[in-house]
């Protein structure tokens, strides 16, 4: 059996993983993402019991239980190249023996909600509601560093090329779908769906104008009127397509979730963001726990 060298797979001198600085028995099968690293405190604030808490960088874990439930939830900074580091390294965490650095022949699978902010660019999808991303879609160009092919949407990916003219000096935009099982267990009439757009950056990248000019001045209009087969683009932010692909890549189950506080449509925001985001919080872990 092939050992992974040590170069690939890095661990910290008490034999935790390199960046998120945890062992497995740190590790519950149901994670929650979350951007911001004092957030994780919000969500963690719910459990009944806490066993477990960590922080390395901008990587801030707490494992504890709610409504015995076993969560682990953790920061992952913002951005795919973050997502690329913590997505890895959990899957590391339940699939390799990391004593003999050999993949196990039993396959972990994980759940992995993340629970963020976002933008939406429908005007009839209002600040303070949540929106479930039935798909991501990544602006990044990470995913194709992975031999991706076998889970792309191509169909619906040519056609938002076409509809928008996309750049060819870009990175080609890629499609992956969310998790089924997850999103029988989080939709419901509260909730909008669609596809969650996902950029590489915050400022030219989402379309936002300071003092550099952008490539495709029209491209955000471009997006929100993308409509494939009744599926439309409800909302912009950094992180969904990245877990998507890798959750998806790697035999975990993944869906984002977004309390949206501005809309890009209307040009307004959240009166009380830190409410809205609460609020998405209780109501991901009261349908996950149900």
Do not use: W
């Amino acid at each position: 059996m092939n050992k992974i060298a040590p170069s690939e797979l890095i661990l910290n001198p008490d034999g935790s993983i390199y960046h998120i600085n945890l062992k497995p028995e740190h590790v519950s099968k149901n994670i929650i993402f979350v951007g911001d690293q004092n957030r994780v405190a919000k969500v963690a604030k719910h459990f009944d019991s806490i066993a477990f808490e960590t922080q390395k960088r901008e990587f801030k874990t707490i494992t504890g239980t709610y409504k015995n439930t076993e969560f682990t939830v953790i920061s992952t900074g913002i951005g795919p190249d973050n997502i690329d580091i913590v997505v890895n390294e959990l899957d590391a965490l339940v699939n390799i023996d990391l004593k003999s650095r050999t993949i196990k022949k039993e396959h972990t699978q994980l759940n992995i909600v993340r629970i963020g902010t976002s933008g939406s660019l429908q005007s009839d999808i209002p600040v303070d509601s949540i929106v479930l991303a039935k798909y991501g879609l990544g602006f990044d160009g990470m995913l194709h560093a992975y031999d991706c092919e076998n889970i792309l949407e191509k169909e619906m990916e040519d056609a938002f090329i076409k509809h928008t003219n996309y750049s060819s000096r870009k990175s080609r935009p890629y499609i992956v779908k969310n998790s089924i099982e997850l999103e029988k267990k989080l939709i419901s009439d509260k909730v909008f769906s669609g596809i969650t757009a996902t950029a590489g950056g915050f400022y030219g990248p989402q379309g936002r104008v300071l003092r550099l000019a952008v490539q495709d001045p029209n491209l955000n209009h471009k997006i929100d009127s993308f409509n494939f087969n009744g599926i439309k683009i409800t909302n912009l932010e950094m992180e969904t397509s990245a877990i998507y692909g890798l959750a998806k890549l790697l035999g975990h189950h993944a869906v984002s979730m977004n309390a949206i506080i501005a809309n890009r449509a209307n040009l307004t925001f959240s009166n009380d963001m830190y409410k809205a985001v609460d609020n998405l919080i209780e109501y991901t872990l009261n349908k996950l726990a149900g």
